[in-house]
């Protein structure tokens, strides 16, 4: 059994918040210079510049990217010959978003749902675990702003809506939103699984990068085909209209309960900050 | 499209000018209030007692900045998503708020009350928190400190770059979605 100090956990995870609320991803920006060098329209070129001034800018003074630092989302893929030591991981972690919120100067949004009280320290972060063979621990970060994921549908659809179905809720779900969730966006889309876990899948896709294709090529084709008709919808960069609504459509997929065909659309903003290390 | 620079307080001539794509470069003193803020504001108003800042010719940015790193006066202070605030918008207009400012979509109700009140609502980039920070060059909290990011803030700005989302004629900038394209009808 691999033993890893908590210490080492803790410190992990307070440099993957920081660095991800400070540094956009490459894929990011590629996708923002490719997008950009298609648009027509003044405006959308516009935002395009200031979005790359603004990452230009945070690298520069280390300052965050957005002011909405996040809720610290992580999926951890614990290996099943590995264990943490001196800590619980689930402590652990919460303990590396304390420090990394606290050290980068990120704004603290976790609050009590009701009495709307700050908690002060932006836990207890939300944490996916996964067992997986091996002895190496996988901790993937995301920092989720609210604009966006208020923006979040989840849906039971009946198995015979199929594609059609699919295609035709993120559309309507996208065209409601219109400029609300800081456009260009990425969706996340679940498919399958049960009431709760489609949301779980959704949010998972949004820590690939989008250059990434589905290893599965049938999948892949319906990212391609919900990116086309999304952008289709010409809301463009900030809602001002052009060709750039959505950067990328990342799907995940499980098996269902033969009655049902849950699905939920995961928005993230354009300011993608996530974070991946394996230990 | 024009452009022009504006100072702090708004006049209802400043409005009147003002369409719809126009860019504005805004100079003086604004406030921030978000969520949190906006209730107690309007709870300050119903007991009938006075509100931390005069109204009359100011505007409200909808920012929750993140906090300032040592030798600078803010950290990254973008603007959050205004429809949160449409039930409390119509109110504060009727007391001589002549702008608010943020990103998104605003309610049929508060598109009437700057039609009738002769204010605006203004966009600023949503996300670009690093680069609107740059425009900002004090900042004290004023009330509510326990808030914490929420707490209402004094701002002075300096040229920050603002687009006329909805003007007081009615109009709105924001493409329409054409659901048609996209294969929805």
Redesign the interface.
Same mark, same amino acid.
């Given at each position: 059994m691999r033993e890893i100090p908590a210490q080492q956990i803790i410190d992990t995870v307070a440099d993957m918040c920081i660095k991800a609320n400070r540094y956009l991803p490459a894929d990011v920006k590629r996708a923002f210079d490719a997008c950009a060098a298609a648009e027509d329209l003044p405006?959308a070129k516009e935002?395009f510049r200031?979005?790359k001034?603004?990452?230009e800018?945070?690298e520069e003074? #280390?300052?965050?990217? @957005?002011?909405?630092?996040g809720l610290a989302v992580f999926f951890v893929d614990v290996g099943d010959d590995v264990r943490v030591t001196g800590m619980n991981l689930r402590e652990a972690i919460n303990e590396g978003v304390r420090k990394g919120y606290k050290d980068g100067?990120?704004?603290?949004?976790s609050c009590d749902p009701m009495t709307?009280k700050?908690v002060?320290d932006n836990t207890p972060a939300i944490v996916h675990f996964d067992m997986v063979p091996g002895d190496k621990l996988k901790i993937s970060f995301m920092a989720k702003g609210?604009?966006s994921e208020?923006m979040s549908r989840v849906t039971m659809l009946a198995p015979a809506q199929g594609w059609e179905g699919i295609?035709?809720f993120v559309?309507?779900r996208?065209?409601e939103a #219109?400029?609300?969730? @800081?456009p260009p966006t990425i969706l996340g889309i679940g498919v399958g699984g049960t009431f709760d876990y489609a949301p779980i899948l959704a949010k998972k896709a949004l820590m690939r990068s989008l250059d990434a294709l589905h290893p599965d090529p049938k999948i892949a084709a319906m990212e391609q085909e919900l990116l086309a008709?999304?952008n289709?919808?010409?809301?463009?960069p900030?809602?001002?209209?052009?060709k750039t609504t959505c950067l990328g459509v990342k799907i995940e997929m499980r098996p269902c309960h033969l009655a049902s065909l849950p699905l939920a659309v995961n928005v993230q903003?354009?300011?993608s900050r996530h974070q991946e290390v394996e230990i | 499209m024009a452009e022009y620079s504006l100072k702090t307080p708004l006049t209802d001539a400043d409005i009147q000018k003002l369409k719809v794509?126009d860019v504005v470069k805004l100079t003086g003193t604004i406030y921030t209030a978000r969520?949190?803020a906006h209730k107690r504001l309007v709870e300050t108003l119903d007991k009938g007692d006075e509100l931390p800042f005069r109204l009359e010719g100011s505007l409200i940015y909808y920012?929750?900045?993140?906090?300032?790193?040592p030798g600078?006066p803010i950290?990254?202070?973008?603007p959050?998503?205004s429809?949160r605030m449409d039930s409390y918008a119509p109110r504060l207009h009727g007391l001589g708020l002549k702008g608010t400012i943020g990103?998104?979509?605003r309610s049929e109700e508060v598109k009437q009350a700057l039609r009738e009140h002769k204010a605006a609502y203004f966009?600023a980039?949503?996300?670009?928190?690093?680069?609107l920070?740059?425009c900002i060059t004090a900042a004290k909290v004023i009330a509510y400190e326990e808030?914490?990011?929420?707490a209402i803030r004094e701002l002075s700005v300096k040229d920050f770059p603002l687009?006329v989302i909805n003007d007081c004629q009615g109009g709105e900038?924001?493409?329409k979605?054409?659901?048609k394209?996209?294969?929805?009808e």
């Amino acid at each position: 059994m691999r033993e890893i100090p908590a210490q080492q956990i803790i410190d992990t995870v307070a440099d993957m918040c920081i660095k991800a609320n400070r540094y956009l991803p490459a894929d990011v920006k590629r996708a923002f210079d490719a997008c950009a060098a298609a648009e027509d329209l003044p405006a959308a070129k516009e935002v395009f510049r200031q979005l790359k001034e603004n990452y230009e800018l945070a690298e520069e003074t #280390g300052l965050p990217l @957005c002011q909405d630092t996040g809720l610290a989302v992580f999926f951890v893929d614990v290996g099943d010959d590995v264990r943490v030591t001196g800590m619980n991981l689930r402590e652990a972690i919460n303990e590396g978003v304390r420090k990394g919120y606290k050290d980068g100067f990120l704004r603290k949004s976790s609050c009590d749902p009701m009495t709307r009280k700050n908690v002060g320290d932006n836990t207890p972060a939300i944490v996916h675990f996964d067992m997986v063979p091996g002895d190496k621990l996988k901790i993937s970060f995301m920092a989720k702003g609210g604009g966006s994921e208020n923006m979040s549908r989840v849906t039971m659809l009946a198995p015979a809506q199929g594609w059609e179905g699919i295609k035709k809720f993120v559309i309507q779900r996208l065209a409601e939103a #219109g400029p609300n969730p @800081c456009p260009p966006t990425i969706l996340g889309i679940g498919v399958g699984g049960t009431f709760d876990y489609a949301p779980i899948l959704a949010k998972k896709a949004l820590m690939r990068s989008l250059d990434a294709l589905h290893p599965d090529p049938k999948i892949a084709a319906m990212e391609q085909e919900l990116l086309a008709a999304v952008n289709k919808l010409g809301i463009g960069p900030m809602g001002l209209g052009g060709k750039t609504t959505c950067l990328g459509v990342k799907i995940e997929m499980r098996p269902c309960h033969l009655a049902s065909l849950p699905l939920a659309v995961n928005v993230q903003c354009h300011s993608s900050r996530h974070q991946e290390v394996e230990i | 499209m024009a452009e022009y620079s504006l100072k702090t307080p708004l006049t209802d001539a400043d409005i009147q000018k003002l369409k719809v794509g126009d860019v504005v470069k805004l100079t003086g003193t604004i406030y921030t209030a978000r969520d949190a803020a906006h209730k107690r504001l309007v709870e300050t108003l119903d007991k009938g007692d006075e509100l931390p800042f005069r109204l009359e010719g100011s505007l409200i940015y909808y920012v929750g900045p993140s906090p300032a790193p040592p030798g600078r006066p803010i950290g990254a202070a973008g603007p959050t998503t205004s429809y949160r605030m449409d039930s409390y918008a119509p109110r504060l207009h009727g007391l001589g708020l002549k702008g608010t400012i943020g990103k998104g979509k605003r309610s049929e109700e508060v598109k009437q009350a700057l039609r009738e009140h002769k204010a605006a609502y203004f966009g600023a980039t949503g996300g670009a928190g690093a680069l609107l920070s740059k425009c900002i060059t004090a900042a004290k909290v004023i009330a509510y400190e326990e808030l914490g990011p929420e707490a209402i803030r004094e701002l002075s700005v300096k040229d920050f770059p603002l687009l006329v989302i909805n003007d007081c004629q009615g109009g709105e900038l924001y493409a329409k979605p054409d659901l048609k394209a996209a294969g929805l009808e």
